[in-house]
């Protein structure tokens, strides 16, 4: 099961307050196990104890508007990973790189920006950078939902953890 | 925004997010900081449609004013002119020049769209509008239109989602609206909500847009310009004015005053109540465009921009002439012809007595000598504007079978009195202001503001004029529309919706 800590609602909840609400889910597809919730909105969770419990199971969450995320699901490697890294250094933009303790790889970058930009122009921006490093392209959707960070895999149950971030 | 999120766009190369890339970059341009920012708009203005200086700035100012906080300061006009004019070029210039998502320009339009799908729209303008011809395009929608120029509207719906069983209540408030017409008509309820801005075709207008279009024809680097066309920087400083601003005026108070024993605003016409609402509407969106150089001051949650004396004067410049059109209630075609018949008096009194007519029809004019005088391409029209006048009292026509079947007289009806909304002169009106200037209510608003004045100067440009000169040539003897020699005739009569020949008789003059 996955473990409850007050940390997780806190840091989701400051999303919300910075970026607008989003809405998280919880998921364990372990074994036999297979559980997912409904996707609720961080601001109404916030509102009762009911609420910040969801929040602490929490292990996905939408894509903020503020974020590209690069998923590499495939052709899986460090040195692409680095590469890609390398490459949005030489941009100058600032990311998270992650293992997501699955089998592969999730590139966050965070440009605050993008909030000023309407949502079709954020996702011609994200499915841009996404096709130009060759991951995911349904991640460039507002609407997916992707494990959150430092939070168990809904499918493994490893912690998805930081290994490299911008310069 | 971080280089490489720039970067990133850059690379794109996509429109919509290059646009919208600049939009959220982009700041207002210095020119909306300097004195002379009528100059600069009339300047770029003028690189789309030539001549028409006045109109194209009054009709630019209209459209600012509905940018004011409080919707009853949003004005509308109506660019009157014959077909080909210039009135949907001077509108479509204009509109360029505001931010695309403020503004839709509509050929046709049904009542219901205009009450219920145009709220998101600040300017809404239409080719065209002939309310008293038969069949005359978007006829059907003046009365809709009438209440959003004034007064804004209210209409209650049945709700086609609940299977009608509530209805929707939607409220519109008073909109700018633009709209162009051929018809010299008047209607009286829809022009004294419209500012007239008289559109007109001539020649020089003509040459200056053939010349435009030829050279336009065979030069690679205008379709390269086209082409890479940014956003005006007139539409994205709009954009970024701020809206939620009052317009004070205030020296208002001294225009009430007499100068020379005369009102400013003439009390003893009804409609100057219209008038000198509008000329203080029109004054709010001049300063309202000034108002990154205006005093500004805060009072609660509110914010207070203070209007000059020249923007006052400004809208003096700029309207005064249409505000007196539409007083006269006259269209700029038939006030050129009664203009024509006050000047020419007595010119034809020789022909008229060898006719035989009495002698107290002497100084009267023959119609006909009139048409070709003004270059009025059938008889037709030259009876419909005389009958418009004389239903005004402004002209008289005489007819005496007896002398002759063919002939018509006319002459303009003398009135004492003026019909100007204004007739007080604009300078003097200057000096008024000047001397208020001096006041200490002037120091305590403006205290150590740095007042530059800056007033509009059209005699800067060539002005138009359309050929009354009445003098006979083979130029003046040309049709104003095909430019093939004009038959002028007393009983050729060609009816234009169904280009029938009403008589056969065709008489050439000479």
């Known amino acids: 099961m996955v473990e409850v800590t007050t940390e997780i609602a806190s840091r989701l909840t400051k999303l919300a307050n910075k970026y607008g609400d989003f809405k998280v889910a919880w998921g364990c597809a372990r074994g036999e196990e297979k559980k997912f919730s409904k996707r609720q909105n961080v601001d109404a969770l916030m509102q009762s104890d009911k609420g910040i419990e969801f929040l602490n199971k929490a292990n996905c969450r939408q894509v903020l508007p503020c974020e590209i995320i690069l998923d590499i699901d495939d052709k899986i490697s460090v040195e692409r990973l680095n590469k890609i890294c390398d490459e949005l250094d030489e941009y100058g933009f600032s990311y998270k790189a992650y293992s997501t303790g699955s089998k592969g790889y999730h590139i966050h970058i965070f440009e605050e920006m993008l909030l000023k930009f309407s949502e079709p122009a954020r996702h011609k921006i994200r499915h841009y950078l996404i096709s130009k490093f060759e991951c995911d392209p349904q991640i460039a959707s507002g609407n997916v939902l992707i494990a959150i960070e430092d939070m168990p895999h809904f499918k493994t149950g490893v912690p998805k953890t930081l290994v490299r971030e911008s310069k | ?510």
């Open chain 2, 1 to 510: 925004m971080s280089e490489a999120l720039i970067k990133t766009i850059k690379e794109m190369n996509d429109k919509d997010v290059l646009d919208e890339y600049k939009r959220i970059t982009a700041v207002i341009d210095s020119k909306f900081y300097d004195a002379e920012l009528l100059k600069h708009i009339h300047f770029e203005l003028d690189k789309r449609h030539k001549l028409d200086h006045r109109e194209k700035l009054g009709t630019f100012i209209v459209a600012s004013s509905s940018y004011l906080l409080d919707s009853r300061d949003h004005c509308s006009c109506a660019l009157k002119g014959n077909s080909s004019s210039g009135k949907d070029s001077n509108t479509d210039t204009v509109l360029a020049h505001f931010p695309k998502e403020d503004w839709i320009k509509v050929t046709r339009v049904t009542t219901a769209t205009l009450e219920d799908d145009v709220r998101d729209k600040k300017i809404v303008a239409f080719s065209e509008i002939n309310k008293n011809r038969e069949n005359g395009a978007n006829a059907e929608i003046v009365e809709t239109f009438k209440q959003l120029a004034e007064g804004g509207t209210t209409t209650l719906k049945k709700d086609v989602k609940t299977g009608f069983k509530t209805a929707i209540r939607t409220d519109q408030e008073q909109k700018t609206l633009i709209y162009g017409t051929t018809e010299t008509e008047s209607d009286e309820e829809l022009e004294t909500r419209y500012v007239i801005i008289p559109i007109k075709g001539y020649r020089e207008k003509n040459r200056i847009v053939v010349n435009d279009v030829l050279n336009k024809a065979s030069d690679e680097e205008y379709y390269l310009r086209k082409h890479n066309e940014e956003e005006s920087w007139v539409a994205v400083s709009i954009s970024l004015l701020d809206k939620d601003v009052q317009i004070i005026i205030p020296f208002s108070k001294i225009l009430s005053e007499k100068i020379d024993g005369k009102e400013i605003f003439d009390t003893a016409k009804d409609r100057v109540k219209r008038d000198v609402k509008r000329i203080m509407s029109l004054t709010r969106a001049i300063t309202w465009l000034y108002q990154k150089q205006r005093v500004v001051k805060y009072a609660g949650d509110m914010t207070f921009i203070y209007a000059e004396p020249s923007d006052f004067l400004n809208a003096l410049r700029i309207f005064a002439d249409f505000i007196n059109l539409t007083y006269s209630g006259v269209d700029h075609r038939l006030q050129r012809l009664l203009e024509y018949t006050e000047k020419n008096i007595g010119k034809h009194a020789e022909e008229i007595k060898a006719m035989g007519y009495q002698e107290r029809y002497h100084d009267w004019l023959l119609r006909h000598k009139v048409q070709k005088a003004l270059k009025i391409g059938s008889v037709k029209t030259i009876r419909d504007w005389c009958s418009k006048l004389a239903d005004k009292n402004k002209l008289e026509i005489y007819k005496d079978d007896y002398v002759s079947k063919k002939t018509v007289l006319i002459r303009p009806v003398t009135l004492l009195g003026n019909n100007l909304a204004l007739p007080v002169n604009i300078d003097d009106i200057d000096r008024l202001l000047q001397v208020w200037l001096e006041s200490d209510s002037a120091k305590t608003i403006y205290q150590n503001h740095k007042i530059t004045p800056f007033i509009v100067d059209f005699e800067d440009y060539s002005f138009e004029s359309e050929d009354d000169s009445g003098v006979f040539t083979d130029e003046n003897d040309m049709s104003e529309v095909t430019g093939e020699e004009l038959v002028v005739t007393e009983e050729y009569v060609c009816d234009d919706s169904d280009n029938k020949f009403e008589h056969q008789k065709i008489l050439k003059e000479e």
